[in-house]
T-cell receptor, first 112, second 116 residues
Framework: AQSVAQPEDQVNVAEGNPLTVKCTYS??????LFWYVQYPNRGLQFLLKYITGDNLVKGSYGFEAEFNKSQTSFHLKKPSALVSDSALYFC??????????FGKGTRLHILP | KAGVTQTPRYLIKTRGQQVTLSCSPISGHRSVSWYQQTPGQGLQFLFE???????NKGNFPGRFSGRQFSNSRSEMNVSTLELGDSALYLC???????????????FGPGTRLTVL
């Protein structure tokens, strides 16, 4: 069965430092992976997706994600964190039946 | 272009009652998906409708049902409410079905349901 795991409930990063939010997945077949962000009292916003091609995917707000097939990971990264990046981040994988399976989410705190 | 709208934004019900939530997708979008978000379980897929037909369904009991109208607006109904149904219910619209694979999903702000 397809699944996605976000091993960290919370990540704290100082403003200006690089950030990484981790995601690992388990799928049969080719993985289709997504990152979404949720700001307080808002719905989810799409950040980026990996379908095929380059392992480094660039997305919105300066975020990027690195697909690593051997480690079955799809970590979200940003070179320099902003306080406004503080939010809840969800990794997701599309299963063979067109359903999206979300991770439990990682709360990112950027400290000024 | 207006975003995805959900009504009502907040709802308080008691156990045993039923509730109907509404979602209006972005104009031109034909796919509407529903998700339940809780602190413990995270975000879980309920079902997806495309052109008035249910395309996919998650692992929820039959108390959870939905439908889509010819204008792509969708409603979700939960009957015989239980305390555990308290959650944020999100809907997402997209041009096509496929859970965001072909086209990006746009999420609404959600309806927060509290069951007492």
């Amino acid at each position: 069965a397809q699944s996605v795991a976000q091993p960290e409930d919370q990540v704290n990063v100082a403003e200006g430092n690089p950030l990484t939010v981790k995601c690992t997945y388990s799928v049969s077949g080719n993985p289709y992976l997504f990152w979404y962000v949720q700001y307080p009292n808002r719905g989810l916003q799409f950040l980026l997706k990996y379908i095929t091609g380059d392992n480094l995917v660039k997305g919105s707000y300066g975020f990027e994600a690195e697909f690593n097939k051997s480690q079955t990971s799809f970590h979200l990264k940003k070179p320099s964190a902003l306080v406004s990046d503080s939010a809840l981040y969800f990794c997701a994988v599309r299963d063979g039946g067109d359903k999206i399976i979300f991770g439990k989410g990682t709360r990112l705190h950027i400290l000024p | 272009k207006a975003g995805v709208t959900q009504t009502p934004r907040y709802l308080i019900k008691t156990r045993g009652q039923q509730v109907t939530l509404s979602c209006s997708p972005i104009s031109g979008h034909r796919s509407v998906s529903w998700y339940q978000q809780t602190p413990g379980q995270g975000l879980q897929f309920l079902f997806e409708y495309f052109s008035e037909t249910q395309r996919n369904k998650g692992n929820f009991p039959g108390r959870f049902s939905g439908r889509q109208f010819s204008n792509s607006r969708s409603e979700m109904n939960v009957s015989t409410l239980e305390l555990g149904d308290s959650a944020l219910y999100l809907c997402a619209s997209s041009l096509s079905s496929g859970g965001g694979y072909y086209n990006e999903q746009f999420f609404g702000p959600g309806t927060r349901l509290t069951v007492l």
